[in-house]
């Protein structure tokens, strides 16, 4: 069965050629024969510097890109699966369609990308490199692309990377953690983006920066800000081909490139058809929009000059009907992000309340007594978990509501109702009467025996020391030694009971806490969910009413314009016609081309 997207890029096609576009017509032509290809290609591309060429090596585990200052790689190296290992040089013309005249020169793995480069320095004919790995990775389906680094726009690697891009299903732009992005290339990924839509960020030499983990998050939130979806993946190179010299599991952990593959597994090989289809809805949209912009230009040069007013109400609600559908997406990453954020300082908050009580705990049964206390301790511990729910499901209900009140600021205003009865709900639900231990008291039956067990032992042997002097058994001396070392035995006892039972009260403390816990720890997270489904759905439903509100005046001021402006002509007419079918195309591109919530992962830690 042809891929849906497939339709969709031979109308676009075929509407170039109606209006003329030859250059368009060939462009999606040559796009639409690359996503057919087996394998989905992923670019590779950066400014100068920021170890490119050895992430596709670490990637890999194998030198197949040359590295060095003295080494920027001049042409793409393609990089895709094979049985056995093989390297070419490919010269001759760079259209698609002319690769049957290319040459490729055999060439060592090692040195094929190097030797490319310097070819590619005397001469105009050296088109790429293409090299042969037996990889699992690159047997899934992954043909990896190592451009030239991007620069000023008159160089020709600027050139030859942006031709690159133009051809990928999706791309990795690769920074260092030496330095935030620069202005260079986010302004660089977002053109990416409109070319390519599946991008991932690349922060490389984390070895080398002890504080990479606050570059990463300064990088997450300036695509953040700058609305680009991208997910930044912390690795370092070093130490991944490190680990894989040494076979170190853990450095390999430590190096993040474990996640990377994880990260491209799930977001490229998990679902290529998705991938291509979004690639192909970009390619579309860059076509349809070269399209669309002329025709409306000649539209609106030929609306009478009466209409201009109407023309800009037009124009105005279908930017405002693309500004709800772009906010639509973005409202969603925010208040999952926040909703994420929250769950975690929540669960960290009770954590902490829980942890303090304990100690309180603990202090307290140092000195006192349970089985004179235990009646009031168990008020006291009823009274801090419910202080405790308290305060915590208020703090989630505020959190919720300032949540709710941004969101609802930034995007979509008046929509923030939140329903504050679930929560108030759970507060003292789970702060029952805490169960009371078996406490063993001190009877004066027992003390009485354990003073005769003591008081035997100290009559035996000081009676048998004053034999030796001639006195009797049970003399004066020995009755008092045994009442000494009754009395004795009695208070070690009693002391020995008086820890033991502290050692029980601490310990039903603890259970009865951490059951306070899990069970209104789940509650809340339970709330969280709901809540969280409620506003995100209140949002969406108030978002959808503003876009349809935003669409039907669109419709309504474009049924006026067409009404007053009666008929202008055939060439009017027939733009209108081009207009609305290329729109019409232009939607269906728009539905394949859903951006993906970024997804920001904990930092791992780093200890080389």
């Known amino acids: 069965m042809a891929p849906p997207w497939l339709e969709m ?18 462009r999606l032509l040559d796009r639409r024969a690359r996503l057919l290809d087996p394998g989905l290609r992923v ?6 510097g920021q170890g490119k060429s050895q992430l596709v090596n670490a990637l890999l585990n194998a030198p197949v890109c040359a590295i060095g200052d003295d080494l920027t790689t001049a042409v793409p190296a393609i990089v895709r699966h094979a049985d056995a290992p093989t390297a070419a040089v490919v010269t001759g013309p760079a259209r698609p369609a002319l690769d049957g005249a290319v040459e490729r020169a055999g060439a060592p793995i090692e040195s094929v990308t190097a030797r490319a480069n310097k070819l590619a320095l005397l001469r105009d004919d050296v088109v790429r490199t293409e090299i042969g790995l037996p990889r699992a990775l690159l047997g899934a389906g992954l043909v990896l692309v190592d451009a030239p680094s991007v620069g000023d726009a008159a160089c020709p690697r600027t050139a030859r990377a942006m031709a690159a891009l133009a051809e990928a299903d999706a791309a990795l732009l690769v920074t260092d953690a030496t330095r935030g ?10 053109e990416v983006v409109r070319l390519c839509p599946t991008v991932l960020v ?7 920066v002890p504080g990479w983990r606050s570059v990463a998050d300064d990088d997450r939130k300036r695509l953040a800000a700058a609305g680009l979806p991208a997910t930044v993946v912390p690795v370092s190179s070093t130490l991944r081909l490190v680990a894989a010299k040494t076979e170190d599991r853990e450095l390999n952990a430590e190096s993040g490139f474990g996640e990377l593959i994880t990260c491209l597994r799930r977001e490229l090989l998990a679902d290529p058809g998705a991938v291509a289809a979004k690639a192909a809805a970009a390619t579309t949209r860059l076509a349809l929009d070269a399209l669309i912009t002329p025709l409306r230009q000649e539209f609106d040069a030929r609306a009478p000059s009466a209409d201009a007013g109407a023309l800009a109400d037009w124009h105005a609600a279908g930017r ?14 925010v208040l999952s992000d926040d909703v994420a954020d929250l769950m975690s300082d929540v669960e960290y908050d009770l954590r902490d309340r829980t942890r303090r009580i304990l100690r309180e705990v603990d202090d307290y049964f140092e000195i006192a007594d349970p089985a004179k206390v235990w009646s009031e301790f168990d008020e006291w511990m009823l009274t801090n978990l419910t202080a405790v729910a308290e305060v915590n499901s208020d703090w989630l209900l505020e959190r919720f509501e300032w949540i709710a009140a941004r969101i609802a600021r930034e ?48 009559l035996l042997m000081s009676g048998l020391a004053t034999t030796l002097a001639g006195m009797p058994l049970i003399n004066p001396i020995s009755i008092g030694a045994g009442a000494a070392f009754g009395a004795r035995s009695v208070f070690e006892e009693r002391g020995a009971r008086l820890k033991r039972r502290q050692a029980i009260a601490k310990t039903t403390a603890q259970r009865h806490v951490d059951d306070f816990f899990l069970s209104y720890g789940k509650e809340t997270k339970d709330s969280m969910r709901v809540i969280h489904r409620a506003l995100r759905d209140r949002f969406a439903e108030v978002a959808q009413e503003m876009r349809t509100r935003a669409t039907a005046s669109a419709r309504e001021i474009k049924r006026e314009i067409d009404t007053a402006a009666e008929r202008r002509g055939s060439r ?15 939607a269906k591109a728009d539905a394949l081309h859903r951006p993906r919530t970024a997804i920001v992962r904990a930092p791992r830690g780093l200890t080389a």
């Open 411 to 458: 995007v979509v205003p008046d929509a923030h109702e939140l329903p504050a009865a679930v929560l108030r709900e759970v507060s003292a639900a789970h702060a029952d009467g805490l169960r009371r231990p078996n406490i063993e008291k001190f009877s004066p039956v027992q003390k009485l025996f354990v003073g005769l067990r003591g008081s035997y032992s100290g």
């Open 572 to 586: 009017a007419a027939e733009v209108r016609r081009d207009l609305e079918r290329l729109i019409a195309l232009r």
């Open 43 to 48: 670019v590779v591309f950066g400014c100068p």
């Open 202 to 208: 690349v922060l490389t030499k984390i070895d080398m």
């Open 181 to 190: 992005l620069s202005e260079l290339e986010v302004d660089l990924l977002g």
């Open 9 to 26: 890029l031979d109308d676009t096609v075929r509407a170039c050629s109606t209006h003329q576009r030859p250059d368009l017509a060939e």
């Open 320 to 333: 405002r009907v693309e500004e709800l559908q772009r906010v639509g997406s973005r409202w969603q990453t």
